[in-house]
């Protein structure tokens, strides 16, 4: 439920961040009304506030906890879960404007960064003196660092190196009362107290603002080798990725294509063309300190997959045949659009052993609502991106239906409703079904002791405190 802001709340923001970065405008707040959430409707702030340093943020979140105004948490904008979208207005807090690379210490192996960050440039810097880190979402070129810290982001490389969470050594932060705290360590071990740093990373912003991370970084492997496998159908190509694991064979990635996103790319007229009975396909990595090491763990993983009917196998012989084979599959997202004018794409995650029953069961699930469906994603850790297609708004009460039975199939399949996007909006309603009403419970108490007000971005994962309060100042009234 939206409320008023307070009077002159917004010329007190001004005095806080500045006159040009306290904005109301409704160009700017149509911008901040959504993020890449497919069909999301537009939420609309009352204003985008955007602090240029800690001290605002604070001052900001003082305010905000002193007056009872929602504040909902913006990076880049490039989540699919909504969970950026301020669903009762209030303030929008873009950290967009905290973009230092505060040190890379290659002694120690760690970075000290703002969250407003862009990933890509950050790992070429980082590459650059010598390190690696690894994380890879799809939108690495403009999404930031403190948003993949909120979302846990993940992406192909997960399967080998782990998401986002697995290099976050320690947070600075502001919690929603306005206090600041510093979560972590700058040591690769440590197990005083609590894990805090890990119970913020992931929380989708309901818990602090994130002002400042610090991050475990790799050596940066040398050599790099890319492979793409064909198969007939999907059942060979996902029992190939169980035996490659099954030898000790650990690849960076291991991605998967359906026989439904083959067809959507190859319209597209990918670098690499698929043979016309391609039925499923996979995408292998290696990498490794030795060129020879590296390809020849390649060279085994193409054995297994030639072990179980692949019928083609392209090995990339340069950087230019790597892209290319990067490229088929990046296609796929602009594939999809032209097949049909919408979409709505899942991360739902199966035991890997239970990807053929779970594609099966997608396109019987089409088939049942009437809906275009196809799957690919990190066939490595069973996490699938999984597509329906459609044309007309009139068709999104099918759409509803077929997720709903989508993600009680995976439940039914042992799995999780996201393996890398979040909750957020989204999947708000299926978080109850997998995780049980005790544990929600638990979660809206450590969201309460963190948040006593519940001004931080409310309506998300959680049970809607901001309706239930209103309902019950309702019954009081009446």
Known sequence: MRKPLPQDFISRLRDIVGETFAVDDEETLLRHGHDETPNLKPSLPDVVVRPGDVDQVQRVMQLCAKDG??????????????????????????????????????????????????????????E????????????????????????????????????????????????????????????????????????????????????????????NPRFVQTALAVFPSTEPAVRSVSAILARGILPRTLEYMDRDSIEAVRVMNPPYRFPANAGAALI??????????????????????????????????????????????????????????????????????????????????????????????????????????????????????????????????GGTITGEHGVGLSKKKYLPKELGADVVALQQRLKDAFDPRGILNPGKFLPDKVLLHAAKAAAAGS
Not at 103 to 126: H, M, S, Y
Not at 366 to 371: N, P, Q
Not at 380 to 388: S, V
């Open 128 to 219: 650059s003196e010598g390190m690696f880190y690894p994380p890879d979402p799809a939108s690495l070129s403009w999404c930031t660092l403190g948003g993949n810290v909120a979302c846990n982001a993940g992406g192909p490389r997960a399967l080998k190196y782990g998401v986002t969470g697995t290099y976050v050594l320690g947070v600075d932060a502001v919690l929603p009362t306005g206090e600041r705290i510093k979560t972590g360590r700058s040591t690769t071990k440590g197990v005083a107290g609590y894990d805090v740093t890990s119970l913020i990373t992931g929380s989708e912003g309901t818990l602090a603002i994130i002002t400042g991370i610090t991050l475990k970084l790799l050596p």
């Open 284 to 413: 292998l990595e290696t990498d490794g300190e030795s060129e020879q090491g590296t390809l020849e763990a390649l060279e085994r993983c193409l054995d297994v997959t030639a072990e179980f009917g692949a019928v083609d196998a392209f090995l990339a012989q340069d950087a230019k045949q790597r892209r290319d084979i990067w490229q088929s599959r990046r296609l796929l997202s602009e594939a999809t659009r032209k097949i049909k004018k919408r979409k709505v794409s899942e991360d739902i995650v199966v035991p890997r052993s239970k990807i053929p029953e779970m594609v099966a069961r997608t396109g019987l699930l089409g088939e049942k609502h009437r809906l275009m469906t196809c799957s690919f994603g990190h066939a490595g850790d069973g996490n699938l991106h999984t597509q329906i297609l459609f044309d007309d708004e009139s068709e999104l009460p099918r759409v509803e239906s077929l997720l709903d039975d989508l993600f009680d199939t995976v439940l039914e399949l």
């Open 69 to 126: 105004v929602y504040v909902t948490p913006r990076g880049a904008g490039s989540g699919k879960a909504g969970g950026c979208v301020a669903v009762y207005g209030g303030v929008v807090l873009g950290l967009d404007r905290l973009t230092r690379t505060l040190e890379i210490d290659k002694e120690n192996q760690l970075a000290r960064v703002e969250p407003g960050v862009i990933l890509q440039p950050f790992q070429e810097t980082v």
